[in-house]
C-alpha cells in the first residue's frame, strides 16, 4: 500500500498559479510523516537562481537583485534546474520548521507531464538526494529522517497532477502515492515549551587554539546530548510513549471545566517540561585539576513551540520537542558565526565584549494554526522577517501577524553589571611556570537561547 498524503484546498490553488506556458516551477513539500500518512502544511516555491555559479549563504539577497536577475535565470527545461540551489534552499526553509516538521519532497510544475520521461525522473531524484546530503550535513538541523521523499508533479497545462514517492536511501525505485487536497483543515496539537540554560563549559590550556566558530560547535554537540538524554514531563506527568495527545488534550479541556471559556492562550496548547538527569554519580570520586585558559558559558531561555498531528502520540511528541529545541540552538548559533567577520581575539582594554545571536519570532501560516520561526538579530525589526518569508516561502503577511514577543530581547548592561560582580582582580593569578595571566570574556546573550559567551584568553609575556 503507498503513501497518503493531506494537503488543504488552498495549497492546490497556489500549485495552479506558478503554472506558466514555457516555464518550469520548482519548490519543497514542506509537513509532518506520520507512518504511511503525510500531513502537508505548506508548498515553498524554490527562486530563481542568481547566476551560474550557485554558492552556499546566497540563497538570501536583496529585492533589487531577485528583481534584476529573474527575467535572466528563469528555468526552461527540467535538466537546468541546479541541484545545489534548491538544497540550500532545503536548509534555510529547514531552520524556519517547528520540530517534527521536515521537507517532505518536492514539487515540479510545468507545460507537460514531467514524470513521463526519464531523464526528468532521474533529474528530480538528484534533487532529492542533493537535498539529504545537505540536510545530513548540517545534522543538527534534524532536518534528515524520512526514508521515502515525495515528488508531486502537475501539468500546467492539463492541470492533471501526480504524485510518487521514492527511497533515497535505498533502491531509489518510484512508488505510487495518494495525493488528497482537502477543503477541511487538518488538526494539530500545540506543544509548549521552555528550556533554561545556565552552563559552564571549560577549554584547556593544553588544547590547541580553536576559532570560536568550533568551540560553538563543540557546544552544541554537548547540549544536543543532553536534550536527546532528558527526561519530559507533559501536563506535569510522566507519560507512556504510546499514549494519545487527544486523550491528554481532553482531560485537560474537562479539568478546566467552566474556565474554558475564559480566553487563555495556555488553554489551547498543551504544556511540557524537560528534566536532565543529574551527571554527578561519585560524590567522593577523586578531584583532578586541569589547567583552563578559557571558559564559555551559556546562559539563558528559549522558547519552543511544536505541532503533531491529531493521532499523534506521547512519544512523537517529545521528539519533536527536543527537535525544535536543537534545531533552534543550532539555527541561531550558525547564523551568529556566519555573521561574525572576523574572530574576537581581545585586548587589555577591552575585557568584555558582547555576542547577541538572533532570537526567535514565529509567523501563522495563512488559514493554519501552525508557526514558523524566523530569527532577526539586535537591531533587526519584523520587516526582515517579512522579507524573509516572501523570499524562502513565497508567502506574504502582515507585520502585524509576526509574534515578536515570544522572546524578549536581552538587556546587555544586566550582564555587564553581572560580569563586575563575578570577576574579580583577586581571581586573576599566575601560572605554573610565573608568567602572567590575563582574562578576556566574550558573552553572547540571545533570550531565545539568550546565549552568554565568556572567553578567557591568556597573553603570556615573554
Not at 10 to 29: C, F, M, Q, V
Not at 99 to 108: D, E, K, Q
Request: hydrophobic share 35%; net charge negative; charged share 25%.
Amino acid at each position: 500500500m503507498g503513501r497518503t498524503v493531506y494537503a488543504e484546498e488552498r495549497l492546490h490553488n497556489y500549485l495552479t498559479s506558478l503554472g506558466k506556458p514555457d516555464e518550469y516551477t520548482i519548490g519543497l513539500i514542506l509537513g509532518q510523516s506520520a507512518g504511511q500518512k503525510d500531513y502537508i502544511v505548506h508548498l515553498a516555491k524554490t527562486p530563481p537562481p542568481l547566476g551560474k555559479n550557485v554558492v552556499e549563504e546566497t540563497l538570501i539577497s536583496s529585492t533589487t537583485n531577485v528583481q534584476q536577475e529573474t527575467a535572466e535565470n528563469y528555468i526552461k527545461s527540467v535538466r537546468d534546474i541546479p541541484e545545489s540551489w534548491v538544497a540550500d534552499h532545503a536548509k534555510h526553509v529547514t531552520r524556519m520548521l517547528p520540530g517534527g516538521m521536515h521537507v517532505l519532497g518536492a514539487f515540479i510544475v510545468g507545460p507537460d507531464d514531467t514524470m513521463n520521461e526519464n531523464i526528468n525522473v532521474q533529474k528530480i531524484k538528484s534533487i532529492l538526494m542533493a537535498i539529504q546530503r545537505n540536510l545530513m550535513h548540517n545534522k543538527y538541523l534534524c532536518g534528515d529522517n524520512n526514508e521515502e521523499h515525495l515528488i508531486l508533479s502537475l501539468n500546467s497545462i492539463t492541470q492533471k497532477y501526480i504524485c510518487k514517492s521514492i527511497e533515497t536511501n535505498k533502491t531509489g525505485m518510484l512508488k505510487p502515492a495518494e495525493w488528497k487536497f482537502q477543503g477541511k483543515a487538518t488538526k494539530w496539537h500545540q506543544l509548549e515549551a521552555l528550556v533554561d540554560f545556565d552552563r559552564l563549559f571549560l577549554i584547556a590550556a593544553d588544547k590547541d587554539p580553536e576559532t570560536l566558530k568550533t568551540q560553538l560547535q563543540d557546544i552544541l554537540e554537548n547540549i544536543s546530548h543532553t536534550i536527546e538524554s532528558s527526561i519530559t514531563v507533559i501536563e506535569g506527568d510522566v507519560r507512556s510513549p504510546d499514549d494519545p495527545l487527544e486523550i491528554i488534550s481532553k482531560s485537560k479541556k474537562d479539568k478546566k471545566g467552566i474556565k474554558n471559556n475564559e480566553k487563555n492562550s495556555n488553554d489551547k496548547s498543551i504544556q511540557i517540561n524537560l528534566y536532565i538527569p543529574c551527571q554527578e554519580k561519585h560524590i567522593n570520586s577523586n578531584v583532578r585539576i586541569t589547567p583552563c585558559n578559557a571558559s564559555i558559558r551559556l546562559v539563558g531561555q528559549l522558547a519552543s513551540r511544536t505541532f503533531v498531528h491529531q493521532k499523534a502520540n506521547v512519544e512523537e511528541a517529545n521528539v519533536a520537542v527536543k527537535q525544535d529545541i536543537i534545531r533552534s540552538l543550532a539555527s541561531r548559533l550558525e547564523m551568529h558565526w556566519d555573521s561574525l567577520i572576523e574572530e574576537e581575539n581581545g585586548s587589555p582594554e577591552e575585557n568584555i565584549t558582547l555576542h547577541e545571536p538572533p532570537r526567535r519570532v514565529l509567523i501563522a501560516l495563512p488559514e493554519s494554526k501552525v508557526t514558523l520561526s524566523d530569527y532577526l538579530f539586535p537591531g533587526e525589526g519584523p520587516q526582515e522577517a517579512l522579507l524573509s518569508l516572501q523570499e524562502l516561502l513565497d508567502l506574504e503577511v502582515n507585520e502585524s501577524n509576526v509574534q515578536k514577543d515570544i522572546e524578549v530581547q536581552a538587556d546587555p548592561t544586566e550582564f555587564y553589571c553581572q560580569s563586575e560582580i563575578d570577576v574579580k582582580p583577586s581571581d586573576l593569578g599566575k601560572d605554573s611556570s610565573g608568567n602572567n595571566q590575563t582574562t578576556v570574556y566574550v558573552a553572547g546573550i540571545s533570550i531565545a537561547v539568550i546565549i552568554l559567551i565568556i572567553a578567557i584568553i591568556i597573553h603570556k609575556l615573554y
